[in-house]
């Protein structure tokens, strides 16, 4: 049996037991992680997971999985109410809310058994104004991780396409010189992620990558919404789009210039209104703009890679904006952390 199989049938199997756990008592101490909620759930989230799959933008499939997997999760605990004790209300609470986070992990190959939920975030927003500005946005700026996994729906609205939204984490938590590393989506090209490392302030790693080769719906049109997620663990960082893996980087290794060549050219989607041919226009002026200051980080990164120690281990985390030039906007929503302790 295949381990996506494996892992699909141990989040039936969680779900299941993590509800009658409410009434009965935790049965397992394999199953206590999930439990281990670092702050009360609020109902803003627990709202929101439930209707994501009407919302215009999220991945289909995963819309989907999300909202089946909470609503399966009410139906197994509306069963057990004639032999349980349901005075337990904060428990149901959690059990519910954290269920969505569960059936997503197997996207990206993890155990849900692996570590628990950190935190569950309700939607947040940045804005910014002006030349190479950044912004930071996290409720739970006390909690710190090596190990984890990291998702949430990103809308933009960019006038620069190398503005990027994204996650930052294993930060010193260092504002103005920090150490720490960014993932983050652009608009440049047809879409465009970026895995930096930055020492002291300074761009001393950086990765690209092109979603739309493997990520047929990635969108990179302003206002529209990609799935960020990230997988840490150890030295390796996975990053997906929209469920999909879009590439691996070892942060021990230096930054790779192949990966700059030949930027995929924007593509302008079949029945395109009038704002969306604009801001193809836009992204087509962009275009050489856009790779130069890809290149320069490109630049500063190969610069300072071998004279840097460039491998974070733990730290801070939380969502990121970066603007290039003009302004931007980056909402997230749907976001968690799931610590890994396995």
């Known amino acids: 049996m295949k381990r996506r199989e494996k892992i699909s049938i141990l989040v039936s199997a969680l779900l299941f037991v993590a509800v009658v756990a409410v009434a009965c008592g935790p049965q397992t101490s394999r199953l206590l992680p999930l439990y281990q909620t670092l702050t009360p759930l609020s109902a803003e989230v627990k709202g929101t997971l439930t209707v994501r799959a009407g919302q215009v933008g999220s991945n289909e499939n995963l819309a989907t999985a999300i909202a089946k997997a909470t609503s399966e999760a009410q139906l197994v605990y509306g ?25 997503e992990l197997p996207r990206y190959g993890i155990d849900p058994g692996d570590g628990y939920v950190a935190w569950m975030h309700p939607p947040v927003t940045i804005q910014l104004e002006g030349y190479q500005q950044t912004g930071y946005a996290n409720n739970f700026q006390n909690v710190t991780a090596g190990n984890f996994v990291m998702a949430a729906d990103i809308t933009w609205h960019t006038f620069n396409s190398a503005s990027g939204c994204g996650f930052m984490f294993r930060s010193n938590g260092d504002t103005n010189q920090p150490s720490q590393y960014m993932v983050v989506i652009t608009r440049v090209a047809s879409g465009q992620m970026a895995f930096l490392g930055m020492v002291d302030g300074k761009i001393a790693n950086y990765h690209n990558f092109y979603p739309k080769s493997k990520d047929k719906s990635f969108s990179w049109l302003n206002d529209a919404t990609n799935r960020l997620g990230v997988v840490a663990r150890g030295k390796i960082i996975d990053l997906y789009t929209n469920g999909e893996l879009i590439g691996e980087v070892d942060v021990s290794q230096p930054p790779d210039p192949i990966a700059m060549s030949v930027p995929p050219t924007p593509e302008l989607p079949s029945g395109a209104n009038s704002s969306q041919l604009q801001d ?31 491998v974070l281990t733990d730290g801070f985390l939380g969502f990121v904006g970066l603007s290039q030039s003009g302004s931007m906007t980056c909402k997230f929503q749907n976001g968690w952390l799931f610590n890994l302790v396995k």
Do not use: K, Y
Not at 283 to 306: V, Y
């Open 79 to 103: 069963t057990q109410t004639a032999v349980a004790d349901l005075n337990s209300p904060s428990r149901l609470a959690t059990a519910t809310a954290i269920a969505p986070v569960v059936a």
């Open 280 to 310: 193809f226009n836009n992204q087509l002026s962009q275009a050489d703009s856009g790779m130069a200051a890809l290149n320069n980080e490109l630049a500063q990164a190969q610069r300072n890679f071998s004279t840097s120690n460039a």
